[in-house]
């Protein structure tokens, strides 16, 4: 079993910057590619980015590239997501997940099931 718990969110303005962290728990991360996901008010949860196990090798969602990075520490078993430039449509609640040996290419699909998630934390933008 994985936990995971993620933190950093919280209330900024338009333009301005967070860094969320997810720290897991029970096993080490190094086999396991992790993701950012995020759902807002009345929308389905969606994609946001994600990085490779192996290679931490990165994909983004359109509209969060050149804005978002995603990171690991598999010496502190964790991931982190710095948002930059963030606008009021990327408030929502943000979720990390993992797969063992995921393909980061594949998180984006809403067929490609993750083996763990955490709780959620929320980020409010304001404009």
């Known amino acids: 079993q994985v936990q995971l718990v993620e933190t950093g969110g919280g209330l900024v303005q338009a333009g301005g910057s967070l860094r969320l962290s997810c720290a897991a728990s029970?096993?080490?991360?190094?086999?396991?590619?992790m993701g950012w996901f995020r759902q807002a008010p009345g929308k389905e949860r969606e994609f946001v980015a994600a990085?490779?196990?192996?290679?931490?090798?990165?994909v983004y969602e359109d509209s969060v590239k050149g804005r978002f990075a995603i990171s690991r520490d598999n010496a502190k078993n964790t991931v982190y997501l710095q948002m930059n430039s963030l606008k009021p449509e990327d408030t929502a609640v943000y979720y990390c997940a993992t797969k063992l040996f995921g393909l980061a290419g594949q998180f984006s699909r809403s067929d490609y099931p993750m083996d763990y998630w955490g709780q959620g934390t929320q980020v409010t933008v304001s404009s």
């Open positions: 029970g096993r080490a991360i190094n086999m396991y590619t």
């Open positions: 990085i490779n196990w192996s290679t931490s090798s990165t």
